[in-house]
């Protein structure tokens, strides 16, 4: 197992944004100091069983980041090995049912916790509330940009990194594609 129950959270995104206290907004940093240890050519993404009744908005997000011009190629693969990102299900009292609907945190290579402003990880896992199922299309594209090393930008409505009690809009914009091709050019 290369995976690691970590306490830490990083981005919880809230259909009640003030009552979720645990939500950490880095003063509208739009990107991580940090992104993937290696490329996103071929990026290659999971989803356990856990998370199986999301499959097509998953791979709807996907091929939503994928879709612009950008390095980011997203192939969906049958095992979380080497994966760059994998994704779960969890039930709402995983956050103590707080009003998270999704989460995403970074891993080294090895299964370590890594912040992503604090160095460059190796894969994220995306945790996403099957008990609220709230615009999980939106949400897990908004959960990718953190992967990919996005940070919240609540500031613009029109970004898919604003959480969700700002975002007026459930796809990637051409501006959060411009962010990506910043980290990864
Ligand atoms: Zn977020």
């Not at 995983?94 to 290579?109: F, M, P, Q, R, V």
Request: contains cysteine; neutral net charge.
């Amino acid at each position: 197992m290369k995976k690691v129950v970590c306490c830490m959270l990083i981005c919880m995104i809230s259909i009640f944004g003030i009552s979720s206290v645990k939500a950490v907004d880095l003063n509208n940093q739009i990107k991580f100091n940090y992104k993937y240890n290696r490329s996103i050519t071929n990026a290659c993404y999971w989803v356990d069983s856990s998370a199986a009744v999301f499959t097509s908005q998953i791979n709807a997000a996907a091929a939503d980041w994928a879709g612009y011009s950008n390095p980011l190629n997203m192939t969906a693969v049958s095992s979380n090995y080497a994966t760059h990102m994998d994704f779960y299900g969890k039930a709402d009292n995983y956050w103590g049912s707080d009003g998270t609907i999704g989460e995403t945190l970074h891993y080294l290579n090895g299964g370590s916790y890594i912040s992503p402003n604090n160095g460059s990880w190796f894969y994220a896992d995306i945790y996403l509330n099957v008990g609220r199922q709230y615009n999980i299309q939106g949400t897990t594209a908004h959960e990718i940009g953190h992967a990919l090393g996005l940070a919240h930008w609540n500031s613009n409505p029109n970004s898919i990194m604003a959480q969700s009690n700002y975002r007026i809009v459930n796809t990637v914009r051409p501006i959060d594609n411009q962010h990506l091709n910043e980290i990864y050019s």
